[in-house]
T-cell receptor, first 111, second 115 residues
């Protein structure tokens, strides 16, 4: 596995608060979006996905919002827990089945 | 169900040497992808296999990289000769089908350090 990058944008939140992680995607033709969570020493793990014909999708404690007008994607985590600390990547899909990843945001949860 | 497994987890080699990374996808997954993350930056696509065929290798950086998937099961990614800029984490992922959207399952990656 790897140690996650040292120079990523970082979001620091208090345990129990809600977190919002933002992502700007590049291609207006992208039709599928996905959020991954990467903990140190592990590979990216699926969190939630959304298709371009939707604006919002909810999972367990997580919500993804898609704003196609400004090409913006966000991940909301409710009642953030220490186990949520990780690097979060958004990814978009276009041109077939190749996922294109964003640069990642580090979420740090303070106890 | 076993996930995507990668071997080795870490590899330290000298510039000019050869390294071979292995990926075993989830059983039954026809799609296998290689990605890499260099210098802690974004995860970048390298190539995509459908069974044993290369569907898309547009992300392969140069001809020092060779990927194979004999028999459509496990895949290898060979770097020969390795250069300093090849250092990073190499991820393998697999998925079951080419639906309108697909969820990739990632392995834990191989951390490659070229000295």
């Amino acid at each position: 596995g790897e140690s996650v990058g040292l120079h990523l944008p970082t979001l620091s939140v208090q345990e129990g608060d809600n977190s919002i992680i933002n992502c700007a995607y590049s291609n207006s033709a992208s039709d599928y979006f996905i959020w991954y969570k990467q903990e140190s020493g592990k590979g990216p793990q699926f969190i939630i996905d959304i298709r371009s014909n939707m604006d919002k999708r909810q999972g367990q404690r997580v919500t993804v919002l898609l704003n196609k007008t400004v090409k913006h994607l966000s991940l909301q985590i409710a009642a953030t827990q220490p186990g949520d600390s990780a690097v979060y990547f958004c990814a978009e899909k276009y041109a077939g089945n190749m996922l294109t990843f964003g640069g990642g945001t580090r979420l740090m949860v303070k106890p | 169900e076993a996930g995507v497994t990668q071997f080795p987890s870490h590899s330290v080699i000298e510039k000019g040497q050869t390294v071979t990374l292995r990926c075993d996808p989830i059983s039954g997954h026809d799609n296998l992808y290689w990605y890499r993350r260099v210098m802690g930056k974004e995860i970048k696509f390298l190539l995509h296999f459908v069974k044993e065929s290369k569907q898309d290798e547009s992300g392969m950086p140069n001809n020092r990289f060779l990927a194979e998937r004999t028999g459509g099961t496990y895949s290898t990614l060979k770097v020969q000769p390795a250069e300093l800029e090849d250092s990073g984490v190499y991820f393998c992922a697999s998925s079951q089908d080419l639906g309108g959207g697909e969820k990739l399952f990632f392995g834990s990656g191989t951390q490659l350090s070229v000295l």
